[in-house]
């Protein structure tokens, strides 16, 4: 059972119709301007729900305590920045399940430099229409058994051709014998750029 | 004298990053991909600390620890995985989440 929601914050009333945000499709959370969650609206709760985050991104938490760790720094600076410039964050993204091929946008607003209102719009959403499990296998599954994939962005290297791709299945959740490894992307961004400072 | 850390991965890229990140912390490390070639180091030169993946080709890392413990029983182990902890891993043995976050990763090593 869920806990009761909090009231919608003060901070905002001046400027956001409370209402309105309690109805739209949209997951909204507002944050503090420390990433603590002082409000979600009921859109957010139910996609949390349906996605296994409930216990990750409740009322009073962290917003950074559902985010992968390498990413969290990313996302406090770019919320720090939002805050101390009023400038928006705007990032579009992709959330896909094995089913659903799901792209989202995320936008954090600025709210008088105290508070941000950080809103996930789904883009798009369509089914995959995957080649067969078979012929995935074949093309990514290593003569051992095993498959590498990318710990940071989640693309598994082809067994032959080595090149690096997404296989929606095994974004969710990884192949039982999979090895995470780092794609050179990966190893570019999260460890020669920020990484070894 | 810095701690020697042996260091098992059988990704080549995840090799790299780990030896520079625990050279950089004062470790001596040494670094290979399987399990047959990790018992081979440890047959040959004496490690405090051995940190594997999980999920390797010819080997598991828990299947490694199992033979290190038994065979090296003051090596401490630490295991790295994208996967969580199996019901078969003992609680014992830290267990460190890839992608690795450093902080994370030093901390279990300091245990």
Known sequence: VSAPRRPFPELLR??????????VESNIAVLDADGHILWVNPAWVRFAQENGAEARTPEGGSYFDAISPPLRDFYREA????????????????????????????????????????????????????????????????????????????RVRAASTHSWEWVRQWVAAPHPETSHGICPSCVGFYWGLRGFK | VSPRILVVDDDDATRQVLVRVLTREGFTVAECGTRD??????????????????????????ELVAEAARLYPALHCVVMSGHPRPEEASTAIAWVEKPI??????????R
């Open chain 1, 79 to 154: 919320f720090s920045k939002a805050l101390a410039t009023g400038g928006v964050f705007d990032q579009e993204y992709e959330c896909s399940t094995p089913d659903k091929r799901r792209i989202f946008r995320l936008r954090a607003l600025p709210v008088e430099a105290r508070a941000l209102l950080v809103e996930h719009s789904l883009v798009a959403e369509y089914d995959h229409g995957e080649p067969s499990h078979e012929a995935i296998a074949e093309r990514y599954v290593r003569e051992d058994g095993t498959l590498l994939q990318c710990s940071h962005c989640r």
């Open chain 1, 14 to 23: 001046p400027a956001f119709d409370a209402a309105a945000l309690e109805q």
């Open chain 2, 37 to 62: 070639e990790a018992l081979d180091h440890l047959r040959a030169a004496t490690f405090d600390l051995l940190l594997t993946d999980f999920v390797m080709p010819r080997g598991s890392g828990l």
């Open chain 2, 101 to 110: 976050d450093v902080e994370q990763l030093l901390a279990a090593l300091a």
